[in-house]
């Protein structure tokens, strides 16, 4: 054999060699290494209700779709009732207002949901991924004590196309992450599960619970990413409570001040960069920042409700009154904008949550936005992602002692005035009335008594 054919035959089979580990290399990557750019979410979607938003869903053409929970309305809701068969108010009340569903229920449910038309064609397009809230774990507001959470959680799983041997199915909870992207620009997603293992509200217990908490460590502590998302279904950063108690209340991490504060020291401690938060569950879009946990402001993007929003509750008639509470409601962690579509930053319709990651700008721009039904934005931000690095903010200059700071003051600490100034216009406004029908009534009375003793005068 001559020295060509020897080179030749070492040609071949470099040329094999380098095949077979192109052709290796692309199989094992999967579509999770693809550079995801555009991510929608958005949470409490009545799968009774019409669900025309999955039409702008679909032409924002998300790579990846995260559901926030309230993905069906899996408990029954009782009507307000005070007499009947069946009553939800007064001493007498023989029903709570809300009751757990069948398996069966559950399950047709969720097919309905699965097989709605819009949703199908997200399907097809797009990574779906998922965590739930109260109504679909099984019942309004319940927590670590609900009875039918290990069946409803191999329910959510089957309608998220969870894989049978998947170890999510194994776990306590249905929390799990996700990285998606190539290296220096993967993306990774947290879904937090704050139903199966959280305490009575008012407990001020556990939130996450041990094995969760212990979990979520190991993940913040892992592997950077450019940007780490984590998905919680209620509110992180706003705390309405703090100012719409005793009128009505939320549920939300705020009221689990210490688990709160726990999170936040998690993130710090991890030294983690790119953090921010999505949620839902409340019925109306709204983006919260607060600059006093880490060294980076931490967003808290809520989008919320896909169908169920507190615009659509009530005759459009009283949707002013709702724009005027929300205006009224004090806030110290809501971004406010002048593009915002209401005055107030809140959004009271339909809305779904789209995330934009510009990779190619320099720096990299977050653009973040709750978008209407047909797909405008109401409220957004864009925050360059150098913006969401340590030491962008410092915590101790931003809160100087004694003084009231945008961003940083919790609700609770704003003057009593302030803070309850929509309980006190409400209790105000009940109190005159009352007052005012006082008044009526006895003017009435003494109108008649007077003209009855004219009468027998005459
Ligand atoms: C949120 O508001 C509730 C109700 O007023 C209060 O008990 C709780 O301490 C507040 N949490 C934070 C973190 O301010």
């Known amino acids: 054999m001559g020295r060509g054919r020897w080179w030749r035959w070492w040609g071949l089979v470099l040329v094999v060699a380098v095949a077979v580990a192109v052709v290796a290399t692309t199989a094992s990557q999967s579509k999770e290494d693809h550079l995801v750019s555009r991510i929608a979410f958005g949470s409490c979607s009545d799968q009774s209700d019409p669900q025309r938003i999955w039409n702008a869903i679909n032409n924002f053409d998300p790579q990846v779709f995260i559901w926030l929970g309230d993905n069906i309305y899996g408990d029954i809701k009782h009507p307000f009732k ?34 709605n038309p819009g949703y199908s064609r997200l399907r097809e397009n797009t990574k779906v991924i998922g965590t739930w809230d109260d109504h679909d774990y099984g019942l309004n507001d319940a927590g670590k004590e609900f009875s039918e959470k290990i069946t409803n959680q191999g329910l959510l799983l089957d309608f998220l196309d969870e894989p049978l041997d998947s170890p999510r199915r194994k776990q306590e909870g249905v929390y799990a992450s996700y990285t998606f992207g190539p290296v220096s620009r993967q993306i990774k997603v947290i879904l937090l599960d704050t139903r199966y293992h959280r305490d009575p509200l008012l407990s001020d217990g556990t939130f996450l619970g041990k094995s969760q908490w212990a979990w979520l460590e190991k993940e913040l502590n892992g592997p950077a990413s450019a940007i780490t998302i984590i998905g919680s279904s209620v509110q992180v950063i706003s705390n309405h409570s703090g100012a719409t108690g005793p009128l009505f209340f939320f549920e939300c991490w ?9 999170l936040f ?44 929003a507190v615009e659509k509750a009530v005759p459009p008639p009283l949707h002013l009154i709702l724009k005027f509470v929300a205006r009224l409601t004090p806030t110290t962690m809501r971004v406010m904008d002048r593009n915002c579509r209401d005055s107030s930053c809140t959004y009271g319709q339909p809305n779904f949550g789209a995330i ?91 109108i008649s008594r007077r003209l009855l003793h004219k009468y027998k005068c005459d």
């Open 356 to 446: 934009e990651i510009d990779w190619d700008a320099t720096p990299v721009t977050l653009k973040i936005e709750v978008r209407d039904i047909n797909g405008f934005p109401v409220t957004g931000v864009k925050v360059p992602l150098l913006e969401l690095q340590a030491g962008s903010v410092d915590p101790v200059a931003a809160i100087k002692a004694g003084e009231y700071q945008r961003h940083c003051s919790l609700e609770v600490t704003l003057p009593w005035l302030v803070r309850y100034r929509l309980a006190i216009l409400f209790y105000g406004a009940v109190a005159v009335l009352l007052l005012a029908m006082i008044g009526i009534t006895s003017g009435a009375i003494s």
């Open 265 to 308: 020291k998690l993130i710090a401690d991890s030294k983690r960069d790119g953090v921010f938060f999505i949620s839902g569950d409340v019925h109306f879009g709204e983006i919260a920042r607060y600059d006093c946990a880490t060294g980076y402001p931490l967003y808290d993007i809520t989008s919320s409700g896909l169908t169920k």
């Open 254 to 262: 705020g009221r689990f001040p210490k688990e709160r504060d726990r």
């Open 82 to 115: 005070l007499f009947g068969k069946e009553r939800t108010l007064g001493p007498w009340k023989n029903i709570p207002r809300f009751t757990p569903s069948s398996k069966q229920e559950m399950e047709a449910k969720y097919k309905k949901a699965k097989t």
